[in-house]
């Protein structure tokens, strides 16, 4: 069954639209820790428009399952990770105007940083993701680069405006992440993911970790953050197929991992 990561960079949005305390993402990350996520993931973002690097050195001491640090990697936000030394590093691409990550990575664009980066974190015991369109080529890139999951953007598959096309958004996902196995990468999926849409996604055997910040943090307005995690774990669990189906690699690789 994939492992929840609740994104809460949001909770951040809220308290950056006024400038306050309130409220706090060390505090929802409590929250959500309690209510059975299985990782936090935060997005540093150069202009810092949510998470403030005062959340990621505290949520760093705090967090008691995983901390995933979403970052693009700028020479500033590379050694601000280094120096956090989170459990995980998603490297995303970032534009200043995006609303959200938009795409996925341009892998080979930036192959160099990559071909310099990923060994430093993986020399500090830091394992990298690369957050990547559901296409073979910067899944090759990534294998290439010692990347050690990709994760595949959903957010094609969840904003398809027909369900023949969700269908053939999903043919891909199911494709890549079967391509990344191969290459002896590891797979999370995130982006766009809700209460609904979340099912076939739980059910690609390869997917170890979901990545969902969005649609947890508009739920929980209305039925409290402890509830709305709850839901979603409650989703993952009826939706996840019987151990027996997992892939047989990923099985063995969730063995030598992380507990
Ligand atoms: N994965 C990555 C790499 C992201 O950038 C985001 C958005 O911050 C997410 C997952 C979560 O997406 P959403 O907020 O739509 O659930």
Redesign the pocket.
Known sequence: MPRLHV?I??VATLRQARRSQEPDPVTAAAICELAGADGI?V?LREDRRHIQDRDVHILRKTVKTLLNL?MALTPEILEIALDVSPDQV?I?PEKRQEL??EGGLDVAGHSASLDDAIPRFKGAGIEVSL?VDPMPEPIELAAQLGADFV?I???SY?NAPTGRARSAELDRLKTSAHYAESLGLRV???????YRNILPVVQIPQVEEL???????CRSIYVGLDQAVREMQDRILAAAPPEAEESPAVAQKKKGSRA
């Open positions: 994104n960079d949001h993931t997005h979403e998603c995303v959200t990550t957050f994760e953007h959903t957010g969840a999370n999926a995130g982006h766009g993911l809700d990545n969902i910040g969005y649609s947890i943090l």
